[in-house]
């Protein structure tokens, strides 16, 4: 065969396997049965590894084809990083951004924001529990995201993991997969939720390939692409990316995808064979490797200071080391992004095997004769960055792409990126300026009025915490005009009911629920403002969401003192506090005036005046929290 008549790529190169890379996944086949029997066969199973020895591909590539669809739903992998295209001032401030990316990540070709204040179990109930009873298997991928996304308050960001403790205690057929890095898996078992549910389910840990897996991970997808290896020369690769000092040798799946790659491109094919003379150097290409990661973090994070890099990274080399010789947090997840490091047994960063000597050829060299700096994917390294907090690392990028001759949609996605940014390090007003300049960049391409519709959203909802409310009304409904999702429909609603248009906010409300069935959020908004005007429809709606909320349970409280369960309506009361909702506060300051404890309704209607919450308490209830004091 001639290099004009190879077959397809037999390699994936760096990234994961995907769910189409099936039939040249190989080297796992005892890794995906036993993983497989134990998803199937336990409501919880915690897949975790080191960084890069391939969690992901053994699920997607392996697992996922192996299930039969006729007997089990099986959902896509779900992921806990937000879509970057949806900007994150649209999802509400009291629910969990993690479960608003996990169910975009299951619905994929739906509009994400649809799923903005669902909760995992109410989305199963409404798209995916089978009327059947069939089992529904669901991951959670890279769950480690959960514990390194920044947190704009402590403890926050967490609920998603509440909710799906929740949903295992519960009566749907669900076998949850929790792929996680062994970084971070003892933070997962330490969950009081899970803890319970981890001790009962099963956990697999996943190695680097052996000798003979890794062998038949080079061999049989260069035989599925029309080629063959003559005899010796596939082992003699495998060889090449072994380490010689541990006394169980061990093979890198990512090393191996690297130098697969290079042998494709490099063969020089002679009869559709690869002999000796076809091998590339692992040597170069893994130091080049090092070279490259070296490079791209220290011109992120060290103002392109190699040498200090290389000197932060040399104590992990000599395997034990003194406190404070361990890189700073953020250094060291940039390298094991990179796979040049990775969280070792000991609970320490250390770097694999065979990269220490390409590692040391790499940093031996004049910084000067490393590659320049590339990023081929500059809003995927930034949106990266934004889930971490990197805002400074997510500025660069950003504007760096918004230089870009490459097109206005990369413009418009780095300038949500920068409304993203600022908005998460507490500056509205630069938000609001970055996502309207993205606004005006995706208007002027075609078949973006989602994309727009989500901006003017999110937009809108920073003039409501500013107290904008009427110019949140105008930016609301030119969001509904372009895209009448239930969720903008209800954001709408609260705008109109924040001016004191309480009648046009329920009608509003009405319409969203007629188009698009019982949507949660506006089925909470309706029931919420419904108990506010001490309207009886209030329960009907309340009864049909969950009470996770403060603010839905405070207004189910008010709506059964309207209908005389005073003594019930009390129990109800969440425990609240100066930083509570003032609307919140406002409604059980009624429900202790029902119940005649005016002193304390007049205490809560003094602190929703003064609380330091998001939004001030619109006029009409501003008044109301006056008579009570």
Known sequence: MTSSGRGSHPFVGPRPFRRDDAARFFGREREVEELTSLWLSHRLTVLHGPSGVGKTSLVAAGALPRLDPSRVDVLPMGEVRRPSFVPVAVIPEDSDPHVFALLASWSPNENPIRFAGLTVRSYLRRHRWSPYGREILLVLDHAEDVFTAHRTRPGGHTRVLDQLADLLSGDLPV?????????HVESLRRHEGLRGHITRGASYKLEPLGPAEALEAVKRPVEAAGAAFLPGVARRLV??????????????????????????????????DIGERDLVNVEEILTDLCRHALRDVAHDHLQDDVDRLTALVRPVLRGERADGEEPPPRIAAALATRHLLRFGDKGRYEMPARLVGPFLRAASGDPGDLPPPVTTD????????????????????????????????????????????????????????????????????????QIVATLLTAAGRILMDRGAYRAAVAELRSAVRRSPEPVIQTELAWALWYVGQESGAVDVLDGALRSGGDTPE????????????????????????????????????????RKGEVRRAVEEVPPLGVDSD???????????????????????????RSSRGRRPLPPQLAAEADRLI
Do not use: C
């Not at 919420?528 to 009470?547: F, G, K, T």
């Open 175 to 183: 076998h949850l997969l929790l792929v996680i890095s062994d970084e």
């Open 239 to 272: 060889q090449d990316l072994t380490p010689a000092e541990p006394a169980a040798p061990t093979v890198e799946p990512l090393h191996l995808q690297f130098a697969g790659v290079k042998l494709w491109e490099a063969a020089r094919w002679k009869d559709g």
């Open 378 to 449: 500059r809003l995927a390294a930034a949106a990266a960055a934004l889930h971490r907090g990197w805002f400074d690392l997510v500025a660069r990028l950003a504007e760096e792409e918004a230089r870009d001759p490459s097109g206005p949609r990369s413009r418009a996605q780095a300038a949500s990126l920068l409304g993203d940014a600022a908005y998460l390090r507490g500056d509205p007003d630069a938000a609001l300026t970055h996502y309207r300049t993205a606004t005006r960049l995706f208007d002027a391409l075609l078949g973006t009025d």
């Open 522 to 561: 506006a089925l909470r908004a309706r029931g919420e403002i419904l108990s506010d005007l001490a309207d009886p429809r209030a329960l009907n709606d309340l009864d049909r969401v969950p009470h996770d909320l403060d603010s839905t349970r405070a207004a189910y409280a008010l709506a059964l003192a």
């Open 582 to 608: 003032p609307a919140t506060l406002l409604r059980a300051a009624r429900v202790m005036k029902a119940a005649g404890r005016d002193t304390e309704a007049a205490r809560l209607a003094q602190d929703a």
